[in-house]
């Protein structure tokens, strides 16, 4: 009984500043987003809109909840929570520190990727039970989309692997010691971000959710609470993202240089290092949203197909090539 008690609060203290930090996520991006457009953006609720996120919060929860007459109410209910227990469910292999994860999983990565994968079925289903042509036409788009960039996204994640020899996302992190796998996989990081904006839904992919033409894509017909619930697993996914790319790319919450850190300094510093990472690259899809104008769904496709996939495979046989090559064995 003491160890359930005690595992539950461990998942606790993981998804309780896990749900804080997609609440002020949405902050960030409405402050970040005013600057670049010149205005104030949200400034009333709190100091410096600091309870906004929970304003927010309460206004959706109060609303009336709308269910169509024609809809298939079980899968209408149950979408919402697909999307967000799979969107939480990936923190259970990521590192926050050293030794802090709730599983360091020997295969953590393929863990992650299946996760991503199964995330498309909740917004099948949302699409499908509302009984609407709109809801319909932008699951059909987001599972179009994500299953297609899914092939660049887990090819970038393939050639990491190549490059350390490992599963384990804490390996991968203890591998960017002396160098960060940005420096010699820089068109890999690039190709793996555009994925992670596409598989996130985020501009410039964000057709599922086109207001011009789908009115909001397949959460059209949803309110109320249940739509808190995609709301939060959009939001989660992309706080998820950033720290995933951080892990893979930019060391995670290795730190240089490591004297900076005291042994037995109360605030565990390499968990801060992580989050600032994990936070520029929040910043940078606030930015590209605030950039870039939405793009055209057939030129969606078109760019994974015959642009970025024949890359990728490109990339994906040039590391183990130059491995080999230059006798570099992560074995």
């Known amino acids: 009984m003491l160890s359930i008690l005690y595992n539950l609060l461990e998942i606790l203290v993981v ?10 996520m949405t902050v960030i991006e409405r402050k970040v987003m005013g600057s670049m457009q010149r205005r104030i953006g949200p400034n009333v609720v709190g100091y410096y809109a600091l309870l906004q996120p929970f304003a927010d919060a309460l206004k959706l929860v109060i609303k009336e909840q709308v269910i169509p007459s024609q809809a298939t109410k079980s899968l209408f209910f149950l979408a919402p929570m697909v999307t967000l227990i799979f969107s939480l469910l990936g923190w259970g292999v990521i590192p926050l520190g050293p030794g802090l994860a709730l599983s360091d999983f020997s295969l953590g990565i ?11 079925y909740g917004i099948l289903f949302a699409g499908w039970s509302a009984n609407s042509k709109y809801a319909f036409l932008g699951s059909l788009r987001s599972t179009a989309q994500m299953i297609s960039y899914e092939l660049i996204y887990s090819a970038a994640v393939l050639a ?63 309110s109320g609470m249940i739509f808190v619930f995609f709301f939060l697993a959009e939001y989660g996914s992309i706080v998820l993202m950033s720290t995933f790319t951080a892990i893979l790319f930019l060391g995670g919450y290795n730190m240089s240089p490591q004297v900076l850190f005291a042994e037995n300094s109360f ?33 969606l496709m078109t760019f994974c197909w015959t642009g970025m996939l024949p890359v990728a495979i490109a990339l994906l046989i040039l590391v183990p090539s130059l491995l080999i090559a230059f006798d570099i064995s992560p074995y």
């Open 15 to 24: 998804l309780v500043p896990i749900l804080l930090s997609v609440a002020f």
């Open 110 to 120: 393929l863990y992650s990727l299946a996760l991503s994968s199964i995330g498309v």
């Open 160 to 222: 990491v692997i190549l490059l350390c020899g490992t599963f384990n996302i804490t390996e991968i992190i203890e591998a960017q010691q002396s160098v960060w796998y940005i420096v010699p996989l820089l068109p890999i990081f690039i190709l793996f971000f555009v994925s992670a904006l596409a598989e996130t839904n985020r501009t410039p992919f964000d057709l599922p959710e086109a207001e011009s033409e789908l009115v909001a894509g397949f959460m059209t017909e949803h």
């Open 267 to 299: 605030i565990n510093l390499q968990s801060i290092a992580l989050a600032v990472k994990a936070v520029l690259i929040m910043f940078l899809f606030v930015w590209i949203r605030a950039t870039l104008p939405r793009m055209r769904y057939d030129g």
